[in-house]
C-alpha cells in the first residue's frame, strides 16, 4: 500500500508540475490558455481520485471536501472578477490532482500545509503581491524616476503612491499593447490626459486606439498596466508550497508561538 502511494504521489506531483508549466509558458506567451489543456489534466487526477478511493488510500470525505471548497472559492473569485477564467479552472484541476498534501518524503522547510490546496492559492497571492514591490523599485531607479509625474498636475499624495506600486512608465516605441499591457492615461475630450489607476482589462479595442492616440500625441513614455502571469506564479506557488510550506500560516505563527 505504501509503495502504491508513493507512486500516486509521485504522478500527481508530476501532472501538476507540468501542467503548471505548460500553462505558465502559454500565458506568458499569449495570455490565453486552451481549455483542453484543463479538461486532460482534470480527467488525469480524476481518474486518480477515483482509483485511490477505490483501493482505500484516499477518502472520500476530503476529496470532496477540497474540490467542493475550490469550486465555491473559483466561483464566488471569478464573479467578483478577481482571477480570469484560466485560473480559476486551474485552481479546480489542482484541487483533482491535489485532494491531500502530496507527501513527497520530507517535510516542507517552513510550516506544513494544513489545506495545501488552500496553501497553494494562499503562496501564489502572496508571491504575485510581492511583485509591487519590483514594480517600486523599478519605478525609482536613478534613470527612471525622472519626470515621472511630470504634466499631471491633479495627481496628489496617495495616488501617486499607488500608482508607482501599479504602473510602470514606459518608452511608448517598447509597449506591445493588450493583452500584456493596458493604459494608465486616459485622453479627455479636449486632448486632457489624466490618470486612470484602475484599467478596463476587458476593452482591448479601446486599449491600442488609446495607445495610438498618444503615440500620434508624440507622447514619448506612457503610464502603463502589465498583467500578471498569474499562471506562472501559481506554478511557482505550487512549488513554494511543496519545499518551504505555508508562508500565511508561518507568518502568523511567528507571533503565536
Known sequence: MEGGLTVFVALR???SITMLGYASYKDVKTREISDLVWIVF???????????VYM???????????????????????????????DLLAFIVIGLLNPVTPYTGFEPLIFSPVFFSLT???????????????????????????GLFHG???????RRILLLLTGIKKDVETIRGPPYE??????GEVGAISIILRPNLADDAGASETFRKLRSMGRTRVWVSYTLPFLLVLGVGYLSSIIFGDFALWFFSLFIY
Open 182 to 187: 493596458y493604459p494608465l492615461e486616459k485622453i
Open 120 to 146: 497553494v492559492i494562499s503562496n501564489s497571492v502572496l508571491i504575485g503581491a510581492s511583485g509591487v514591490i519590483v514594480v517600486l523599485i523599478y519605478n525609482l531607479t536613478p534613470s527612471r524616476k525622472d
Open 13 to 15: 506531483v508530476a501532472l
Open 42 to 52: 482534470g480527467v488525469a487526477g480524476l481518474s486518480l481520485d477515483i482509483i485511490e
Open 152 to 158: 499631471y498636475v491633479a495627481l496628489k499624495g496617495w
Open 56 to 86: 482505500g488510500i484516499l477518502g472520500l470525505f476530503p476529496l470532496l471536501t477540497t474540490v467542493g471548497f475550490l469550486t465555491v472559492f473559483a466561483f464566488l473569485t471569478g464573479y467578483l472578477g478577481f482571477f480570469g477564467g484560466a
